[in-house]
T-cell receptor
């Protein structure tokens, strides 16, 4: 059974804190993604990684950074959490090659910044 | 302009109805497209890929129109269990980056 696991389902952090969201996949996928999902806005890509130590900014990278030191793990870092980063965060992974690579998602982390 | 755009809905339809969603994409180089389904408070899951010639999976039919740069999803004989958000997805770039639309919400009522 394929699996993408996010470290927390719910998280409450204070404004200004440094926040780490972890994602691990067991499918040997090259690609990993971090999205945030807000009502009416759908899934917006924050960062994308296509290999170890390789990353690409998505549509809304401001206030975030990422780390991919191992193929199976992709971390999202909020350098200094702010209330407008309260959201649902979804991690996904997929194969980098092939015509129709299916993406598999973690269950999401609902982050509240107070 | 967003790379993938969808009508957010909601589409409210009775059981048994036929409903269609459209999605437009701006990157003419995109080669592959998908429909994902997301249930309330759940993660998105692949519903079906979209093939150039159109494809069918039971009550679901997906079409691609490259000239007009849109894809569509047709659901026939709607069931209550079809109530969900349907996300249109395009692959972008050489590394298969996945770009999602904002989703179209479908509510099927008795």
């Amino acid at each position: 059974d394929v699996k993408v696991t996010q470290s927390s389902r719910y998280l409450v952090k204070r404004t200004g804190e440094k926040v780490f969201l972890e994602c691990v996949q067991d499918m040997d996928h090259e690609n990993m993604f971090w999205y945030r999902q807000d009502p009416g806005l759908g899934l917006r890509l924050i960062y994308f990684s296509y290999d170890v130590k390789m990353k690409e900014k998505g549509d809304i990278p401001e206030g975030y950074s990422v780390s991919r030191e191992k193929k199976e793990r992709f971390s999202l870092i909020l350098e200094s959490a702010s209330t407008n980063q309260t959201s649902m965060y979804l991690c996904a992974s997929s194969k980098r090659t092939g015509l129709r690579p299916e993406a598999f998602f973690g269950q999401g982390t609902r982050l509240t910044v107070v | 302009r967003k790379e993938v755009e969808q009508d957010p809905g909601p589409f409210n339809v009775p059981e048994g109805a036929t409903v269609a969603f459209n999605c437009t994409y701006s990157n003419s180089a995109s080669q592959s497209f998908f429909w994902y389904r997301q249930d309330c408070r759940k993660e998105p899951k692949l519903l079906m890929s979209v093939y150039s010639s159109g494809n069918e999976d039971g009550r679901f039919t997906a079409q691609l129109n490259r000239a007009s740069q849109y894809i569509s999803l047709l659901i026939r004989d709607s069931k209550l269990s079809d109530s969900a958000t349907y996300l249109c997805v395009a692959l972008s770039g050489g590394y298969n980056k996945l770009i999602f639309g904002a989703g179209t919400r479908l509510a099927v009522h008795p």
